[in-house]
Structure formats: structure tokens, C-alpha cells
């Protein structure tokens, strides 16, 4: 065994004539390795990116204890009381960013406003709709709160010296609150991941050039550059290539040189003009897989070299994925999309699926995954029912368009009756 065909031996187990999806984003999972490059940045520049160490929390949040209400604050000892009624004399106020400045007395009470530092000596605020005030006397019902009500305590938001972001974080909006919540304005991140992509086809034609009769727009090159530019990745566009072996060597050696990964559409099935399992078996460590899956039933999975033979110069994770534009879409989904997380460094989280009534029977195969696209909605009696939006083959990208939802079709799921219970995967943040 040669080192550059070590790949395509480690995935021999399984029959490539039917991986089930599950083996395949297995395996998958098993060849990939975060990129280790860290870089400082900002915080508006780190949206989206990914957290390259814990974030400990230098402060407390909130620094301080404080009022969660505006009313007032006392010592909760004061409902200690056989009376039915707690009077106190207000002694002062405190508002945000203005505290009262000294401790209260017994029997005092201090005005507060949402956020105001507790003073010393009180830890219970009575809201001011609860309470009556009668000059500087306060007044109200001792079964009114509990001893400690309507105090935020200091630390109890971010405590300091605990982490308050994990390493592997893609970062969010709230993360970024949270952040400067820490006076933190500068953090780790993993350096970005650096994808080249490009289309296959003698028959795609680029936007702007004429179309003449029997070819197609290439739109796998736009999906692909959208669903990368979501996960924030830098994707470099190489453009279509022809059909012939000599432009898809030097398409894939370039695209080999200048990125992490590579992924390319079309070519990976069996016909005449598919040059690509021909020339990466012998340029590439490639397998070419028939995934239990549909749509997405070829797909090609391994490495590929910048230099002249396999293993030599820059390597870079390969993705060979189907030509039809809806096969793209879900391959990318289901197979490349955890893989490009995992290379970015963040963590994995399962997708969330939800269960839904069918709104109309489904012809399905066992045997294999279905991933069909669905429009889903809430009934009048508050269920989730879904319908499949029209063809589902797996050119028709108006099916991927008109959808919120893939409806998965498990691996052994044979026919959907009308009423059944599926499970859906909701676009939502994912196209
Ligand atoms: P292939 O796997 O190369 O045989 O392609 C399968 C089908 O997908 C053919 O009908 C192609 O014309 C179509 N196709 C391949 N690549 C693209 C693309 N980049 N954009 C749109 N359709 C494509
Ligand atoms: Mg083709």
C-alpha cells in the first residue's frame, strides 16, 4: 500500500455501491482536522467566527447587586412581622449609575430605579405598583414578596473566573453582548477555512454568456458560494470547467494550492463525459461512493495534491459532488457542511428535527434516506403539518425555493400515509 491510496483502503469496510448517509458522514467525520491558525480580532469582526480558546470571565456580571424593579429597596427582615402591614420611611433614592451612598437604618427604605445598585444593608425591593406612599412613609402588604425578591445578584448573569464561552463557539450576536458585557473587546478566533470550488460541465454556460440549444446556466457555483458564505467561510470561485481530463488536473491541482478544501459538482456518476472518477483515481486518493441517499446518490470523498502525483505538494480535502443543482444543495447539508464546521473548529451540534403530520401520502423506498423539500406549517389546532413542494427531482430547484423545511425519510421509512408523523429539518439559519 502506497501512502497516497491510504484513504480509499481505510473506507473499504463499507460497500460503496450503498453507503447508508449515517456511514458516510462517519466517516467523513473521521478525516477531517480543524485548522490550527489563530488570529486576534476585534469584536465586530468576530460575528460568525469561530471561538479558538475558552473566554474566562474576568468581572462579575452584574458587577454588583442590584434592583431588578423600580420600587424600593428594604432588609427582607422587616416581613418578619405579625402586622399585616410593613411601614418604612424612605430615606433617600438611588437610580442607575447613581447609588445612595450610605447604609440604610433600620426601618428606612430606599427608593430605587431599575438597575440601581443595592444599598448596603437592603436585599428585598417591593415594586412600586405594590406598595403606597404617603409623603416619606411607605406602605404595603407584608404577604406582598419574600425576603430577597426583585434582586439581581452580582455574578448571577457571568460569575467570575468560570467560563463564559466555550472554545468551538461560532460566535452570535448575543455572544458579542455577552463579550463586551466582560469589557471584552478583542478575542481568539481560528483563521478562517478557505474553500475553491468550481462546476463541471461541457453543457454550463456562465451568467452572461449566450445559451445555446441543450446547454444549461451553471447554478451550482452560485448555491455552493451562498451556502459557504453562510457559514462565513472564504470560498474562491474557480469558474467551470470542461469536460476534459487535462482542465480538470489543473482546475483541481490549483484549486489543491490554494485552499483547504475543494469541491467541485458533476462528473461523479458513470457516463461517458465523467472524467473525474477516471482522472482521481489516478491523480487523487479518492472513493466514489453511491450513497443510500436521495437526492445525492453520487459522491466522491478523499484528497487531492497540488504537485504533478498523489501526495506531493499541498493537499486539500476533497468533495466530488452530484451535477443536479438539488443533489448539491443536499449533499452539502448533510455530508460537506458538518465537515466544513468540524475544519472550521467549531463544535457540532445534531440538527434540530421536529416531528409533523404528513399533509398527503409519500411514495418512499426503504433502503435508502430521502431528504424531500417541504413547506411547513402550523394547522388551526397548533400541529405542524408539512407538504412536499411539488417535483421532487432532483434538477427541479424551484422544489428547494418554494420549501422551509427537508422532510427526512429514514434509512428503512417505507410509504407515508396521509396523518403520518415525519420528521423536518427547518431551513432556518441553515439555506
Ligand atoms: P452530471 O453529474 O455531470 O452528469 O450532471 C447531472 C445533471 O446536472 C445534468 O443534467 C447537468 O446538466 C446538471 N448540472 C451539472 N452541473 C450543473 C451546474 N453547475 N448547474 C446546473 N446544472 C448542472
Ligand atoms: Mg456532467
Request: aromatic share 6%; net charge negative; with cysteine.
Amino acid at each position: 500500500m502506497t501512502t497516497h491510496n491510504y484513504f480509499s483502503s481505510c473506507v473499504a469496510q463499507y460497500d460503496p455501491q450503498s453507503l447508508p448517509v449515517s456511514a458516510a458522514q462517519a466517516i467523513v467525520r473521521q478525516w477531517v482536522c480543524p485548522v490550527t491558525a489563530v488570529e486576534r480580532v476585534p469584536l465586530h469582526d468576530a460575528l460568525d467566527r469561530v471561538l479558538a480558546a475558552d473566554v474566562v470571565s474576568p468581572i462579575n456580571v452584574p458587577a454588583h447587586d442590584n434592583s431588578a424593579m423600580d420600587g424600593y429597596a428594604f432588609n427582607g427582615t422587616a416581613l418578619d412581622t405579625q402586622q399585616t402591614t410593613v411601614e418604612l420611611h424612605i430615606a433617600g433614592k438611588a437610580l442607575a449609575g447613581h447609588p445612595f451612598g450610605r447604609a440604610i437604618a433600620a426601618g428606612e427604605c430606599v427608593r430605587v430605579m431599575t438597575g440601581a445598585l443595592m444599598p448596603e444593608g437592603c436585599d428585598t425591593v417591593v415594586p412600586q405598583e405594590l406598595a403606597t406612599r404617603d409623603g416619606d412613609i411607605l406602605r404595603f402588604a407584608t404577604d406582598a414578596l419574600k425576603s430577597g425578591a426583585n434582586r439581581r445578584l452580582a455574578g448571577e448573569d457571568l460569575a467570575q473566573g468560570r467560563p463564559a464561552l466555550r472554545e468551538g463557539r461560532v460566535l452570535r450576536a448575543s455572544d458579542l453582548g455577552l463579550l463586551a458585557s466582560l469589557g471584552i473587546g478583542e478575542v481568539s478566533v481560528r483563521r478562517r477555512l478557505r474553500v475553491a470550488f468550481f462546476s463541471t460541465g461541457d453543457e454550463l454556460r456562465s451568467l452572461g454568456e449566450p445559451l445555446e440549444p441543450g446547454c444549461v446556466y451553471d447554478s451550482n457555483r452560485h448555491t455552493l458560494f451562498a451556502m459557504l458564505r453562510r457559514m462565513n467561510i472564504d470560498a474562491l470561485d474557480l469558474g467551470v470547467v470542461r469536460d476534459q481530463p487535462a482542465a480538470l488536473e489543473a482546475a483541481l491541482r490549483s484549486a489543491a494550492a490554494n485552499a483547504d478544501v475543494v469541491l467541485t459538482s458533476g462528473g461523479v456518476s458513470v457516463g461517458e463525459a465523467d472524467f473525474t472518477q477516471q482522472m482521481l483515481r489516478t491523480f487523487g486518493d479518492v472513493a466514489f461512493w453511491s450513497l443510500a441517499m436521495r437526492p445525492g446518490r453520487p459522491l466522491a470523498f478523499g484528497r487531492v495534491w497540488s504537485g504533478e502525483r498523489p501526495g506531493a505538494g499541498q493537499p486539500a480535502l476533497f468533495f466530488g459532488l452530484p451535477g443536479n443543482p438539488v443533489a448539491v444543495m443536499v449533499t452539502f447539508y448533510q455530508i460537506v457542511r458538518p465537515a466544513l464546521l468540524l475544519m472550521s473548529g467549531a463544535t457540532l451540534h445534531e440538527p434540530a428535527v421536529f416531528s409533523a403530520t404528513s399533509a398527503q401520502p409519500i411514495r418512499k423506498r426503504a433502503g435508502r434516506t430521502e431528504f424531500q423539500r417541504g413547506m411547513a406549517v402550523r394547522n388551526a389546532g397548533g400541529q405542524w403539518q408539512v407538504t412536499p413542494t411539488g417535483s421532487q427531482s432532483s434538477g427541479v430547484l424551484s422544489s428547494m425555493s418554494d420549501a422551509n423545511c427537508f422532510i427526512v425519510l429514514a434509512h428503512e421509512q417505507a410509504d407515508i400515509d396521509a396523518g403520518d408523523t415525519v420528521d423536518i429539518m427547518l431551513f432556518d439559519g441553515l439555506v
